[in-house]
């Protein structure tokens, strides 16, 4: 059983910061790809950000571009998102995602995810 568990969300004013962290865990689980999509009230599921190889190859939304930044920690299973001069409309609820094989970047093509976890920009 794989396990993503995110944390680091929370209110922060327009112009701010967070970062957001995502732990797998499970017997055997090597991430092969992590990344980040959100889900803002009444919209979609979009992607954010993802991370493929141990971090040697990068993606990112064009949203994303300049402002986030994702990393990973391959000895803990780990994907980070840096989240700089956050805007009102960066609130939704963030979900990291993972796969052990290589895939593409849509939601269909990862197997494990996380709760979720809320993301508020205050104006």
């Known amino acids: 059983q794989v396990q993503l568990v995110e944390s680091g969300g929370g209110l922060v004013q327009a112009g701010g910061s967070l970062r957001l962290s995502c732990a797998a865990s499970g017997r055997s689980f090597n991430a092969y790809s992590m990344a980040w999509f959100r889900q803002a009230p009444e919209k979609e599921r979009e992607f954010v950000a993802a991370?493929?190889?141990?971090?040697?190859?990068?993606y990112y939304a064009d949203f994303a571009k300049g402002r986030f930044t994702i990393s990973v920690d391959n000895a803990k299973n780990t994907v980070y998102l840096q989240m700089n001069s956050l805007r009102p409309d960066d609130t939704a609820v963030y979900y990291c995602?993972?796969?052990?094989?290589?895939?593409?970047?849509?939601?269909?093509?990862?197997?494990?995810w996380g709760q979720g976890i809320q993301v508020t920009v205050s104006s």
């Open positions: 995602a993972a796969e052990d094989f290589e895939s593409g970047l849509l939601e269909g093509d990862f197997r494990f």
């Open positions: 991370v493929k190889r141990a971090g040697a190859s990068t």
